[in-house]
């Protein structure tokens, strides 16, 4: 199996991941709750209920070519770290300029990482034993563009305008990047796409 670094995030039609108040998720996460088929995460309290072609896309895709996660400091602390265990039951790499305190946890799988995305990266790959490595929107996936560190970007396509926000890429330092073309899933009130990132 081809393994990589990939970004995710479900991004309105004018490219957003949040609303200008960090907000937005009942719309862009819609998807994860209108289908028949079921998921289980890690949280009995956050199971997915999508369509079987968004089933396919986070069973197979999503949670089991998945071996770590790399997040960004703001992500961590909007989540309250999880609760010490993230959905997806995977190592978490927390990109930040200082520990927060009380971290690092004996009880929680997350490693923090004060050194810059390259650090946070070779950790991840690490922990990640052969399989890909997942990276959240926003300022991650830029630095890792930037870095050259992004082998795949994965967006699930919502049918919605925000107008204004949080950009998926923000305004990159490096360009243009070249992507191939895209591999497309359908889903209801959402589409996967899976684009490579041409070197």
């Known amino acids: 199996m081809w393994s990589g670094v990939y970004a995710e995030a479900s991004m309105s039609l004018d490219g957003y991941i949040a609303d200008p108040d960090q907000g937005g998720f009942d719309q862009l996460f819609q998807w ?86 390259a650090s946070a990266i070779d950790h991840a790959r690490e922990l990640a034993g052969g399989r890909w490595v997942g990276v959240n929107g926003g300022t991650i996936t830029r630095q890792c563009l930037e870095a050259g560190l992004l082998d795949e970007i994965r967006v699930n396509l919502v049918p919605v305008l925000l107008g204004d926000g949080v950009p998926f890429f923000g305004r990159l330092g490096v360009g243009p990047v070249e992507l191939d073309n895209p591999t497309v899933v359908e889903g209801d009130r959402v589409t996967h796409l899976y684009y490579r990132v041409r070197r």
Do not use: C
């Open 32 to 117: 994860y709750g209108n289908g028949d088929v079921h998921t289980p995460t890690a949280k009995p309290d956050l199971p997915f209920w999508t369509s079987p072609a968004s089933a396919d896309h986070l069973r197979r895709r999503t949670m089991g070519e998945t071996g770590a996660l790399v997040v960004g400091r703001r992500l961590f602390e909007l989540t309250a770290g999880w609760d010490g265990q993230h959905p997806l039951d995977k190592p978490v790499v927390v990109v930040t300029h200082q520990v927060p305190y009380g971290w690092p946890r004996d009880d929680a799988p997350f490693t923090f990482v004060t050194d810059g995305i």
